[in-house]
């Protein structure tokens, strides 16, 4: 093994907000990678997170994974779960694990959204972000979906036009130019893309 795991434990007015730190073992970490999940799956059991956790360790990087407050270790009620406790526990980490430090955030899901409005507010805390399966806007992504089995299911048409998806899933253009956002996609029809 060539990474150590421990607890984070960053307070906020209710409780705890939990997670791990995995690091080098020998070495002190180069890089912190910041895990934010989705609404309804802890960072701290995710696997494609815990991957992350078992692998960056070797190449240098600080591995944080937290659970929002109500949501896998964290304390609080899943029911009081909304954007602004959601980013607010962002911060509260970064500020607790890397107070003066520029970091990279893996985020899915719902937490695309958390880490792009954290960074709209604060850009240069913020030096890479990698978006898994990004919601930033779910009834957008919604009828996507929709439109998409409803063309999958009929015989003549196998395909989603690229300039549907285009159209239909990004309304978040108040956060950057489409052309600074989307640098280099993981796969153009799954909603995930690499700032």
């Not at 080098?24 to 990678?33: C, D, I, R, Y």
């Not at 190449?59 to 009081?80: E, Q, T």
């Not at 899933?169 to 993981?186: G, L, V």
Request: hydrophobic share 40%; glycine share 6%.
């Amino acid at each position: 093994m060539t990474y150590k795991t421990s607890l984070l434990e960053a307070p906020f007015k209710d409780g705890l907000i939990r997670g791990t730190i995995t690091e080098p073992l020998h070495e002190p970490a180069k890089k912190t990678l910041v895990c934010v999940h989705g609404f309804e799956w802890p960072a701290s059991i995710d696997q494609k997170f815990r991957i992350l956790a078992e692998e960056l360790p070797k190449h240098g990087y600080r591995v944080i994974r937290f659970d929002y407050r109500g949501n896998g270790l964290s304390d609080g009620k899943f029911r009081d779960t909304r954007i602004a406790t959601m980013l607010e526990d962002l911060s509260l980490v970064l500020d607790h694990v890397a107070p003066d430090e520029n970091v990279e955030i893996a985020s899915y899901s719902i937490g695309t959204a958390i880490t792009s409005l954290y960074w709209k507010n604060n850009p240069s805390r913020i030096g890479k972000i990698i978006f898994f399966g990004a919601a930033f806007d779910h009834a957008s992504i919604s009828r996507f979906v929709t439109l998409k089995r409803a063309l999958l299911t009929l015989p003549f048409v196998r395909f989603t036009p690229r300039s549907l998806v285009e159209r239909v899933a990004w309304r978040f253009k108040q956060c950057a130019a489409i052309d600074k956002i989307f640098k280099k996609p993981f796969h153009p029809t799954k909603f995930s893309h690499e700032i």
